[in-house]
């Protein structure tokens, strides 16, 4: 059974279904809600070191009504100012990480 922590918050459709898949997969999920216990500036930094910009979400409703300062802005202090403006969900096994739920990354992990 593989250990994995999955990023996001408890009311994305998307996060829920992820786990919900992974766990039928035999994975055993922690789900981190990043809005109920934020991510630390170390962890949102990996994250960027990873993704880099990829890791906002600029389709969101949440991006849209940042201010003009805060658009131009690092990602870092985009999340550290909102965590729910940054994609989901993101899933950690170890060293290794997964942005979203895509086809990709489902034939990956399942």
Same mark, same amino acid.
């Given at each position: 059974?593989? @250990?994995?922590?999955?990023?996001? /918050? ?7 279904? @992820? ?16 809005? @109920?216990?934020?991510?630390?500036? *170390?962890? /949102? @930094?990996?994250?960027?070191?990873? $993704?880099?910009?990829?890791?906002? !979400? ?7 009504? $940042? !201010? *003009? $300062? ?8 985009? /999340? ?14 170890? !060293?290794?990480? &997964?942005?979203? &739920? ?9």
């Amino acid at each position: 059974m593989t @250990a994995l922590t999955l990023y996001g /918050i408890s009311t994305c459709d998307t996060c829920k279904k @992820a786990i919900r898949a992974l766990e039928a997969a035999g994975h055993d999920v922690t789900f981190r809600d990043v809005r @109920a216990e934020p991510l630390t500036g *170390a962890e /949102i @930094a990996g994250l960027v070191d990873e $993704f880099g910009d990829r890791l906002i !979400n600029k389709q969101s409703t949440t991006y849209r009504g $940042f !201010n *003009a $300062f805060l658009k131009e802005s690092e990602p870092e202090a985009q /999340i550290a100012a909102q965590p729910t403006v940054m994609k989901r969900p993101v899933i950690r096994e170890g !060293n290794r990480f &997964w942005l979203g &739920w895509d086809d990709k990354v489902q034939t990956e992990l399942l």
